[in-house]
């Protein structure tokens, strides 16, 4: 699960300070797909994942930043990579994101488009006429730029809930993507598929390792005890209590 890039002296598309950490460096993108390809696996998007014909390692993008079209595809163009992008259908055209004639040049170029919801909420958070907008909505104003099925949806921040899966499977999608760091098989449900976060500096190995699904199990369980924390503290409380702990 990868989200902007680093390309030069470009803006960011959030002034957040966590967020550079999940910008990685073009060149630092590049040298991953070219190990990926080295070590004999192939970067594929979501759909020829799924197939589950050989192991291989879904490429994603959340968000729709503009570094999708302009750093990433021309990246896993050179190496023969496919690879999904989720886009927030409501950011198309914002500073740092594409515009859609920029979504659009990504998918007739064999890339996949996914929805990353309309206005990247909190899913759990919201009632059903919401839900609707978010995850329905959205991949209709997606399909209408693209021209083409949108039939991928992955959860803003990770959240979701069986409310949030029922909405996904109604909208005729085929699969949802989460934020779980596990490994998918042909036995994993197609709508809580595990991705794991790529974040700035990570060292060759790592990214190895964690390309075979070896040393998830560490990150699970990282993400095992912050859930616990947020459904003891609620959405709120626990985003500002951690906020408050980042800043010392
Ligand atoms: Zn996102």
Redesign the pocket.
Known sequence: MYHELGLGERDLSQSEPRYPRYVIPVTEFEDQMASLKASGLRGVTVTEALQFASPAVAITF??GCETDLVAAAPVLQRIGFGATFYVIAGFVGNRSYMSREQVRELCDSGFEIGC?SMT?PCLTDLDDAGLRREIHHAKVMLEQITGKAVEHFSC?GGDYDARIIQVAKASEYRSMATSAPRANSPATDQFALGRVPIKRGLKPESFQKLCRGRTLWKLNLQVGMQAGARSLLGNGRYYRLRAAILKK
Do not use: A, K, L, T
């Open positions: 959340d968000d990353h990247h803003p």
